[in-house]
Structures are given as C-alpha cells and as structure tokens.
T-cell receptor, first 112, second 113 residues
Framework: GENVEQHPSTLSVQEGDSAVIKCTYS??????FPWYKQELGKGPQLIID?????GEKKDQRIAVTLNKTAKHFSLHITETQPEDSAVYFC???????????FGQGTRLTINP | GAVVSQHPSRVICKSGTSVKIECRSL??????MFWYRQFPKKSLMLMAT?????????EQGVEKDKFLINHASLTLSTLTVTSAHPEDSSFYIC?????????FGPGTRLTVT
C-alpha cells in the first residue's frame, strides 16, 4: 500500500521568511496530493492540492510542487505570518474522493 | 470551500456507555465519507470508509462491532462508539468527499471516564 513520509517534523522560521515542507510517496498510482493545515483542537483544513497532471500550483503565498518521477511533492509558504503557525499534513491518494494516506505532520512555528 | 459539520464537538461519557457522533456535509452531496482517529501530536489514522447505502469498509485492526458506522444519506454519516472504554478516548474526525476532493469536519473530542 501507499506510504507517505513527511519532513521535517518541526520547523521554526522567522516571520517574513519562507517555509518548505517535503513529502515522498511510494505508490506510483497515486495522483492526488492535498495539503492540510490543522490548528490546535480543530479539524484539518484543505489549503491547496495538486494532481499528477501538473507540476506546480500556486495560490497567493502558498505553492505546491510535484515531481512524479522522484515521487515527491513540497509545500512552499512565502512571506510567513504568525497565523501560519500550525501543524501541516501532506497526503496522497489515487483520486480526490479516495481514501487519503497522510504524512506524519510538520509543526510549523513562525517567530515574530 | 465546502462545509462539513460534526456533532457534538466534545463529549464525556462513562465507561460502558455508547456515544454517537454525526458528520454532515452542509452544502454538497458526499459520495464518500471517511472516519479518522487522531491521537495527541500524531497524524490521522483512517478507521473506515463509508458510502451511502452500503456497508462501511473498515481498516485493518479496527473493530467493526465496536465502531458502528451508518451512512444514511448523501449528507449524513454517523459513528457510534459502543461500550466505550478509556482507551477509546481520542479526537475523531470525519471527512466528506465530492467527486474531486475531501473536506474535513471540525472533529469530536471524546473522553471516556
């Protein structure tokens, strides 16, 4: 089955700097890669997703890149703000409505 | 994005009792709903996949008789934790999917005393 590895487990950056979180997956059949932000005591919130027919997608300060050959994808947050502090999870599936396999999560802290 | 609600947000129950958690997709019809469990500072663990009108598919190691799932309509799925014990205390999160992507509910914190 699919296995998703996520790094780093914790990340601390200065406000205004960029943050990058990386994930690798094992199943070449996976074609949908969402990223979720989870704040303490809340459910995960979808922040961006990418499908295997594109290599990059951007939404304001957030971007995701996908390398199908190497089976890895990354989340990039630019101009970080204190409200970006949260736990971020990557995931992979064989379709948007199919079950997701999650990475282990990254606790991002933005230092003012 | 789409809205998924869960009720209750928090519940405390005594050992041996049963607890029902509802998951609703408020503005779309969910072809599939998923139930996850999350331990503190850990990732989400899929418990089961639920499709409307059919039996849920449980992940390995998840007791189907203990975690009863009913997917009554395209907008409602329920998880019932039967004969709850302290080790069932956890954060339970549902996800509802349309044809394109999945959206998570806010979660339910279950504490069994």
């Amino acid at each position: 089955g699919e296995n998703v590895e996520q790094h780093p487990s914790t990340l601390s950056v200065q406000e205004g700097d960029s943050a990058v979180i990386k994930c690798t997956y094992s199943d070449s059949a996976s074609n949908y890669f969402p990223w979720y932000k989870q704040e303490l005591g809340k459910g995960p919130q979808l922040i961006i997703d990418i499908r295997s027919n594109v290599g990059e997608k951007k939404d304001q300060r957030i971007a995701v890149t996908l390398n199908k050959t190497a089976k890895h994808f990354s989340l990039h947050i630019t101009e970080t703000q204190p409200e970006d502090s949260a736990v971020y999870f990557c995931a992979a599936s064989t379709g948007g409505a199919q079950k997701l396999v999650f990475g282990q999560g990254t606790r991002l802290t933005i230092n003012p | 994005g789409a809205v998924v609600s869960q009720h209750p947000s928090r519940v405390i129950c005594k050992s041996g009792t049963s607890v029902k958690i509802e998951c609703r997709s408020l503005d779309f019809q969910a072809t599939t709903m998923f139930w996850y469990r999350q331990f503190p500072k850990k990732s989400l663990m899929l418990m089961a996949t639920s499709n409307e009108g059919s039996k849920a598919t449980y992940e390995q190691g998840v007791e189907k008789d203990k975690f009863l799932i009913n997917h009554a309509s395209l907008t409602l799925s329920t998880l019932t934790v039967t004969s709850a014990h302290p080790e069932d205390s956890s954060f339970y999160i549902c996800s509802a999917s349309d044809v394109d992507r999945g959206y998570f509910g806010p979660g339910t914190r279950l504490t069994v005393t």
